[in-house]
Each structure stands twice: as C-alpha cells, then as structure tokens.
C-alpha cells in the first residue's frame, strides 16, 4: 500500500515562500509522475502542478505558473512544490498523489488520473 505524507506547510505572509514536500513509501515511486493538487473551502480540488517521472518535464495550473516550482528526488522517494510569492488566494490544503498508471503523463491535470493521496498540509496566506 502506498503512502504519502506530506510537510511544510504552514502561516505565511504576502509575499512569502514555503516549500512543501511529500515523501512516498510501501510502493514503487521512480515510474510515476506525482502531481499537486489544492483545495480551498467551499471550493473542488484543483491541479496545482505535476513532475514526469524522471523530472525531465513539469506542468502547472495558470494560477501558479511562473511562481511555483516542482521538481523531486526519486533517491529520497520525494517531491517538491517551491512556492513563492504567494497570494492569499494560495490559501488551501495541498495534496500530493500518486498517477494511477506508471510511464504516463496524458492527462496529468486531471484528479481522476491519480489513485494514491497524501492526507494533505495546510497553507495560509494573510494580508
């Protein structure tokens, strides 16, 4: 059984950095492309960002291009969201997860495309 947990959130300013990281255990990890994904309160899960595999290639949402980054560790069975110049609508719970299939990246922005889930990290932006 996969699992995921993820760290680094937390209250930060305007403006501010935080860099979240989600570590994989109990399944294979260097074949999948690993995505985030946010949800705000009242609001449905959105894609935030997602790394091929090897890392050679990342998507984002609109919303964070430019000022999110994504990468990982397949060593450490890790990835990373770099998060700067945050904006209080960043304000949400951060998911990571799992692609449902090894070796694919069609679809990478669509929740349903992904079958394991970290239980999420807190981020706050106050003004």
């Known amino acids: 059984q996969v699992q995921l947990v993820e760290s680094g959130g937390g209250l930060v300013q305007v403006g501010g950095s935080l860099r979240l990281s989600c570590t994989a255990s109990g399944g294979a990890f260097s074949t999948y492309a690993m995505g985030w994904f946010r949800q705000a309160p009242g609001k449905e899960r959105e894609f935030v960002a997602a790394?091929?595999?090897?890392?050679?290639?990342?998507d984002y949402a609109d919303s964070v291009k430019g000022r999110f980054a994504v990468s990982r560790d397949n060593a450490k069975n890790t990835v990373y969201l770099q998060m700067n110049s945050l904006k209080p609508e960043d304000t949400a719970v951060y998911y990571c997860?799992?692609?449902?299939?090894?070796?694919?990246?069609?679809?990478?922005?669509?929740?349903?495309?992904?079958?394991?889930w970290g239980q999420g990290t807190q981020v706050t932006v106050s003004s």
């Open positions: 997860a799992r692609r449902r299939f090894s070796l694919s990246w069609i679809g990478v922005q669509n929740n349903y495309e992904y079958d394991y």
């Open positions: 790394v091929r595999w090897s890392g050679d290639r990342t």
